[in-house]
């Protein structure tokens, strides 16, 4: 059994909107993700593709898996908060009001059997 790992740091969507794109595909084949990520229409539904495609190269080039004939899923998909930089907002009457520009880091692992 092979495991496979892809991540993605400092996406700049909060987690809290990646991880309703990333718990659509959790535990799917590969190719199933895909095309439901493809018909998906949240701006992170493309980084998370982005990055399945990085794991699938992964397998294919750094551990020969032909992910043709083997059947490839995601065992493990999760979303980690990344650094959060706090802003400003110019307010009424001279005053600032701070809101927060927050971050994520994706990490996904593949397999090759289900058990």
């Known amino acids: 059994m092979t495991e496979v790992m892809a991540k993605s740091k400092y996406y700049k969507v909060t987690p809290r909107k990646v991880r309703l794109v990333v ?3 959790r535990g ?3 190719k199933e993700a895909m095309i439901q ?3 998906l229409e949240k701006k992170s539904a493309l980084a998370v593709s982005k990055l ?7 397998a294919k080039h750094n ?4 992910v043709e004939k083997n059947d490839l899923y995601i065992k493990e998909i999760k979303v980690d908060e990344g650094p ?3 802003r400003f907002r110019p307010a009424w009457r001279g005053t ?3 809101f927060k520009r927050r971050s994520s880091h994706i990490t996904i692992i593949l397999s090759d059997k289900k058990k």
Do not use: E
């Not at 399945?52 to 992964?58: E, R, V």
């Not at 551990?63 to 032909?66: G, R």
């Open 23 to 25: 718990g659509l595909i």
């Open 28 to 30: 799917k084949n590969v």
């Open 37 to 39: 990520l493809n018909f």
């Open 52 to 58: 399945l495609k990085s794991a699938i190269s992964n």
């Open 63 to 66: 551990y020969k898996i032909d």
């Open 84 to 86: 959060v930089l706090k």
């Open 96 to 98: 600032v009001k701070p």
